[in-house]
């Protein structure tokens, strides 16, 4: 079996998250290489170097697959996926735009999101939300996978992977970069975070949600937020927890004005310890927080904040 | 231009599901049905572009059972001028679905394509994608911002370090997110003009199209279930819970 692994990475660096999908690679077993695909990724590829259990780090460095777009990256994959048994990638918003589109120039089925590997060919996924979870076995001779990276804890970093050029450009003609807004946070990747504290609807206006941040201050958390308070425009898209947002797995998270509806569930019910803070004492968040406080937020969350 | 929507039909998105006890699959009898809440999204999309005079004909696409005709028919409701039912009572993968949709569109030649970005019941995120790669067009995935410009349409896309805009070439292909719009709801008299709306039916074979799935579903199962915990009194309580009993901070 080989196994190749699409690195993820933003401004230069390698992201968390590749070094848990080399974790699901090495529950697969085999040799794993990484595929670094950027513009200027040298440091990049210096640290997927080091994950432990990558063998080869391939680096694909050109203009064309600066902004990771789908259509270069998917091409660029399907020129060597034949030299592999698996394709894996993050379950990010980059990996979920370009595996499906190698699959399909594959011919090949993709599966999205897996929790676990039962054996090469057979792995755990999460269906209608999280609300239950199947088994998935693959007939194809190419497994192009997603990887829950919550689900897998990420390899160290003692590995010494040679590195080498991918050669061959590819062109695109069909899409082109044009802008990004990126939010810029000194605070933990929602994602990585070991505290994450979320914020809903009950929060009532974005300015309110300063009163999770001196709490997350004080936690070294991340903040997160409802679908409602995304919506409702108190704060910005990336920070949405759910099944169509992020998922998120922390040892604590903190949900605030948030009443628990399924799909924000989907997002944080892997999380270690849940505490919920709702003035509703029915809110089913409730059903899910291991500490529940009943009470008005404007009123715990500055208590909160002097208590730790 | 030619605008093409897929929707799917689902489970209702307020159903809370259960597994069979075979666990085979989930179990969907007598259970409430709706479309897609991001095909609605699609579908409203498309009926925007079409009231501000760029698209000029909707067709809206569905592949799935007999019962999927309902799906349809609200489509035709919202706006979709036209409908075609690619029929099968199998479980068709996202590939196959990709697969079925590229045939459509070589038929039909839209100058763009709108789907959800997933389905909510597999939650696969993949057909857009792959049906871009199939017709060999570009794709904007997950667009909360969809700006169609002469021979190119520029994509706004929620990704997860906030929003990225691309610029495609047209024809091209667009999965929405939750935020592109709000859908309308379908008003009486438009439920009873869509009724006699063409809607056409195809069968895969028809399509020349083998949907036999590439991947077999072994079982499927509840999570295990978070179990309730406690309601604390007060902050203090709260936080010593935190320290001493969780020991998370
Ligand atoms: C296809 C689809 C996908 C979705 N994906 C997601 C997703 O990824 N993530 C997500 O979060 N949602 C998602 N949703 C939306 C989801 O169904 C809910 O609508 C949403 O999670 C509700 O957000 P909320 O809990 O903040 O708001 P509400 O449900 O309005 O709850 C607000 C809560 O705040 C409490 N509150 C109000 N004031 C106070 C106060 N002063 N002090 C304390 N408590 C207070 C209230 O008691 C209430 O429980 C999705 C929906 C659909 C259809
Ligand atoms: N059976 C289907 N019929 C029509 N469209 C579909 C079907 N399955 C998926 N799609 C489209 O593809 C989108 C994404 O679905 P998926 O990739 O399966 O999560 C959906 O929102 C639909 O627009």
């Known amino acids: 079996m080989s196994i190749l692994v699409l690195a993820e990475h933003h401004d230069g660096q390698l992201a968390g998250a590749t070094a848990h999908v080399v974790a699901a690679a090495k529950a697969i077993g085999g040799d794993i290489d990484v595929l670094v695909a950027g513009e200027n990724v040298a440091a990049v590829a210096e640290s997927a170097a080091k994950l432990d259990g990558v063998s080869r780090v391939r680096v694909a460095d050109a203009a064309v697959y600066a902004h990771q777009l789908a259509e270069p990256l998917a091409d660029l994959l399907a020129t060597f996926a034949d030299d592999y048994s698996h394709v894996l990638a993050a379950a990010s918003t980059t990996g979920k735009n370009v595996l499906p589109r190698l699959a399909a120039l594959k011919d090949v089925a993709a599966l999205s999101d897996i929790l676990s590997v039962e054996s090469a060919d057979t792995f755990k996924r999460p269906i209608y939300a999280g609300n239950a979870i199947a088994t998935v076995q693959s007939a194809d001779p190419l497994k192009v996978i997603t990887v829950r990276t919550t689900a ?118 892997d ?31 500055p208590e909160l904040e002097s208590k730790l | 231009m030619k605008v093409l929507v897929a929707v799917k039909r689902v489970i209702d998105y307020n159903v809370k599901i259960r597994v069979k006890a075979d666990h085979s699959d989930v179990d969907l009898t007598n259970v409430k049905m709706a479309m897609n809440p991001f095909c609605e999204i699609a579908v409203e ?121 691309v610029a495609l070439t047209l024809p091209a292909v667009v999965t929405t997110d939750l935020r592109l719009n709000e859908p309308r709801y379908a008003k009486l008299p438009d439920i009873m003009k869509a009724k006699k709306k063409p809607l056409e039916t195809k069968t895969p074979e028809e399509l020349g199209v083998d949907i036999a799935p590439r991947t077999a579903q072994l079982k499927v199962e509840t999570p295990a279930e978070r179990k309730g915990g406690i309601k604390v009194g007060s902050v203090d309580e709260l936080v010593d819970k935190l320290k001493n009993e969780a020991k998370v901070l």
């Open chain 1, 152 to 269: 897998f804890d990420a390899v160290g970093e003692t590995g010494s992977a040679t590195i080498e050029a991918v050669d061959g450009a590819i062109d695109n003609s069909l899409s082109a970069f044009v802008d990004e807004q990126l939010e810029q946070s000194e605070r933990p990747e929602l994602g990585a975070a070991r505290v994450v504290i979320s914020g809903g609807r009950g929060m009532g206006n974005g300015e309110n949600f300063q009163l999770l941040e001196g709490i997350a201050d004080k936690l070294g958390a991340a903040i997160g937020a409802s679908r409602a308070a995304v919506d409702a425009g108190f704060v910005p898209n990336d920070m949405q927890v759910g099944q169509t947002g992020k998922i998120v797995a922390p040892e604590l998270y903190i949900a605030v004005g948030i009443s628990g509806a399924i799909q924000h569930l989907a997002g944080m019910k």
């Open chain 1, 271 to 301: 999380s270690k310890v849940i505490v919920a803070i709702n003035k509703d004492e029915e809110a089913p968040i409730f059903q899910v927080a291991d500490y529940g406080l009943v009470g008005d937020l404007f009123e715990v969350l």
């Open chain 2, 45 to 165: 999309e498309a009926v925007r572009l079409k009231e501000r005079g760029i698209a000029t004909e909707i067709v809206a696409v569905t592949v799935g059972p007999k019962a999927a005709q309902e799906q349809l028919r609200t489509a035709l409701a919202l706006g979709a001028d036209r409908a075609i039912h690619v029929t099968t009572d199998e479980r068709v993968e996202s590939l196959a679905v990709a697969k079925l949709l590229k045939q459509v569109v070589d038929a039909e030649q839209p100058g763009l394509v709108i789907l959800g970005k997933q389905a909510i019941d597999t939650d696969n995120n993949q057909t857009g994608q792959m049906l871009a790669a199939l017709t060999g067009m570009g794709q904007g995935t997950f667009a909360s911002k969809v700006d169609v410009k002469e021979g190119t349409v520029d994509v706004t896309r929620e990704i997860d370090g906030g929003l990225q805009t």
